[in-house]
């Protein structure tokens, strides 16, 4: 079982403030009602995050019901095709439930234990996370509600009956857009009426504060992990870690360990969906700007009038307007940078994985592929890329069935 | 009038609560979204309200994510934004609305990131005649700098308490407040129907120790009854879904007056019972 790493290597970067700052960015933007559970919650995880018993108890799911530590993967044939920089990958595929989106879940789970709440609720896009926490739910035998945009649940029809079986009700939403911002927006309602008996487990790197904090902090197992691989594999660090970012979780997750290695480039890379000067992309990092929505502040798709814009990608995860503040705080202090990759672009590096590799990853994390299938050749052979393989393809086969104009 | 000097523009809502004290009258509040169900319906919505016995307006601003917004709202939400409602448009309602009325006090409820939107807002908002605002996701400790614009501008930012809200953070909340504060009388949203008559009181009771600034409770008040019975603990009552729902399917604009004049004034008589 990989330890995390030791804290003094953190202490360089120590975000967000007290009130969830990271700069300009985050903070805690929500109806007065929730006020007092985000209290509640950010003293409870304040409390715990340094205690053996729940590190102890965290530690075991993420070895014995997880599966982790994860490998990390020297990608060979991918690497010698690209003809530049090692590919190394790191395998959040194999997680139970497909995903790194598990060690969330498993992380807020414990804490809704902690506090006695015998209900916990999600939304979700693609419906990854609604299954890593219906999956949770099912083993802590807590009553579990997905919210889930009307759009998507006929999208991700197999990730619906997945929660089904494992006891979730799956509450579709029809107000808005039916997709995955609708679907947070429906949970906050939720949340702000049942507040006393239920934890809502946010999914990604946003919400008010403490979510982008915590999500972060349960996230970075991956980065922990990968960190000590790299350096006991390969013998030094990466020179560019690179992962997707929808609302950010499993970037932030295999960033945050890095921040303070100023010689490791940090890239995310956004859903550039039919282009980026199309308009029709979910980037908003790339072309968005600074708002307020789903109780932080950070970079947002919104038009002149402050509507927040329908997005467009062909990955549901990534298929969201906002993303996670640390990521904006990231961008804006240059520690990170920010590429965007289209539909097709990472439909591509999808393709050139399951024959490379054998691995079919989710259509999110084709899009940080993307960004290495460009890049690599332009690096030298002695330099290495880890990328986050954040989640699986399986979910996905009908979508890239349909592509291909196959009804299977 | 658009001409309005700064102090008037401060005290309308003041001055408002002031005249029902002496009065010995409970403020009656009412809250229809702009632009719903299309933009004609608004400003002629909004002297009917004033007509039925309302006294102190508030205007919902369209917002694609209303996160806070029972189904009623929502709906009123998506209608009014697919009529092309803007915020630009909103203050030009108001400034209608002025032109013949130039004392019921106006305030504009809604999202922060239409506020955001429109670096100029609390200038903007003053010359239409508007004279506070709520904003429903902008707690206490955000609220600074908007706040800070506001009262440059002699505009009112109401405070919103919750059941939830800690004894010391009420109290933080009331003495920042201004115009009036707004309890929020049940956990959940909008037109929800939990009301807790009791509960209210109970907590009344105590937040009339910590500011002498009025407090209107809402959410989950649809009649004259609810308006009665929550009314005889606060200064005011607020009123919003029941009506949103009443202009939802009125096939025009003279129905839609018809019927909030006439729900109004039932309100209003159970307020004064």
Same mark, same amino acid.
């Given at each position: 079982m990989a330890e995390p790493i030791a804290d003094d290597l953190l202490q360089g970067y120590a975000q967000?403030?007290?009130?969830?700052?990271?700069g300009q960015y985050g903070g805690r933007f929500v109806a007065e009602t929730l006020t007092h559970a985000l209290d509640g919650l950010a003293d409870l995880y304040a409390s715990l995050k340094d205690d053996p018993e729940f590190k102890r108890e965290l530690h075991e799911d993420l070895a014995?019901?997880?599966?982790?530590?994860t490998p990390l993967y020297l990608a060979e044939r991918l690497t010698a095709s690209l003809g530049g920089a090692s590919v190394y990958l790191k395998?959040?595929?194999?997680?139970h439930t497909g995903a790194h989106k598990v060690c969330n879940t498993i992380g807020q789970a414990l804490l809704a234990k902690r506090m006695g709440k015998p209900r916990v609720i999600a939304e979700t896009g693609a419906g990854q996370h609604g299954v890593a926490t219906a999956t949770v739910a099912a083993r802590l035998g807590l009553a579990c509600d997905v919210y889930m945009g009307e759009a998507d649940v006929h999208r991700q029809s197999l990730n619906v009956y997945r929660m089904k079986l494992m006891g979730a009700n799956v509450v579709p939403v029809t107000s808005g857009s039916k997709t995955l911002k609708d679907a947070m927006n429906e949970a906050m309602r939720d949340w702000v009426t049942n507040v006393d008996d239920t934890h809502y487990i946010i999914g990604?790197?946003?919400?008010?504060?403490?979510y982008p904090m915590l999500v972060r902090d349960f996230a970075s197992i991956i980065g922990q992990e990968a960190r000590a691989q790299m350096l006991q594999q390969v013998g030094k660090l990466p020179d560019v870690v690179v992962a997707c970012v929808g609302g950010g979780s499993n970037a932030m997750g295999i960033f945050h360990p890095f921040?303070?290695?100023?010689?490791v480039a940090l890239v995310g890379v956004e859903a550039g969906g039919h282009g980026?000067?199309?308009?029709?992309?979910?980037a908003p990092l790339n072309d968005g700007k600074v708002g307020v929505l789903h109780g932080n502040r950070s970079y947002l798709m919104s038009d002149d009038d402050g509507q927040v814009m329908e997005t467009h990608s062909v990955s549901a995860g990534l298929d969201y307007p906002g993303v996670g503040p640390e990521h904006a705080f990231l961008k804006d202090i240059g520690r990170a940078t920010y590429a965007a990759a289209t539909d097709d672009e990472a439909m591509a590096a999808f393709r050139m994985l399951n024959r490379q590799e054998g691995i079919l990853p989710a259509l999110e994390t084709s899009h940080a592929l993307a960004w290495v299938v460009e890049n690599a050749p332009k690096m030298a052979p002695e330099q290495n890329i880890l990328v986050n393989?954040?989640?699986?393809g399986d979910k996905d086969i009908l979508t890239v069935a349909d592509i291909d104009g196959i009804t299977l | 009038m658009s001409a309005a000097s700064p102090e008037a523009a401060q005290g309308r809502i003041t001055e408002q609560f002031k005249v029902l004290k002496a009065q010995g009258q409970k403020a009656l509040v009412t809250f229809i979204t702009a632009g &719903?169900?299309?933009?004609?319906?608004t400003v002629p919505a909004m002297h009917s309200l004033v007509a039925g016995g309302a006294n102190l307006l508030e205007l919902g601003i369209p917002?694609?994510?209303?996160?806070?917004? %029972?189904p009623a709202i929502q709906a009123a939400n998506e209608r009014a934004l697919a009529q092309g409602m803007t915020l630009t448009k909103v203050m030009e309602m108001v400034v209608e609305f002025r032109?013949? &009325?130039?004392t019921t006090p106006v305030v504009l409820m809604g999202y922060l990131n239409s506020v955001l939107a429109m670096p100029d807002f609390p200038a903007r908002a003053r010359t239409a005649g508007v004279d506070g605002l709520i904003m429903v996701n902008l707690p206490l400790e955000e609220a600074a700098d908007l706040q800070k614009g506001l009262s440059a501008k002699g505009l009112d930012l109401v405070s919103l308490i919750a059941p939830t809200t800690a004894d010391r953070r009420a109290q933080e909340i009331a003495s920042n407040s201004s115009g009036f504060l707004y309890y929020v #009388? =049940?956990?959940?949203?909008? %037109?929800?129907?939990? =009301?807790?008559v009791d509960e209210v009181a109970e907590r009344m009771k105590f937040l009339r120790? =910590? #500011?002498d600034v009025p407090i209107c409770v809402g959410f989950g008040i649809k009649d004259a009854a609810s308006a009665a019975a929550v009314g005889a603990h606060a200064d005011g009552v607020v009123v919003g879904s029941a009506l949103v729902q009443l202009m939802? &399917?009125?096939?025009d604009v003279p129905t839609a007056e018809q019927r909030l004049q006439t729900a109004t004034a039932a309100i209003r008589q159970g307020l004064d019972a």
């Open positions: 967000p403030t007290p009130n969830g700052h990271f014995h019901f997880v599966g982790r530590p395998r959040e595929d194999l997680n990604t790197v946003a919400g008010p504060h403490p921040i303070d290695d100023a010689d980026l000067s199309t308009g029709a992309h979910a393989l954040s989640g699986r | &719903d169900p299309g933009p004609e319906f917002f694609s994510d209303p996160e806070a917004e %029972g032109q013949s &009325d130039a #009388s =049940l956990k959940g949203t909008t %037109g929800s129907g939990a =009301l807790a120790t =910590l #500011s939802a &399917d009125a096939p």
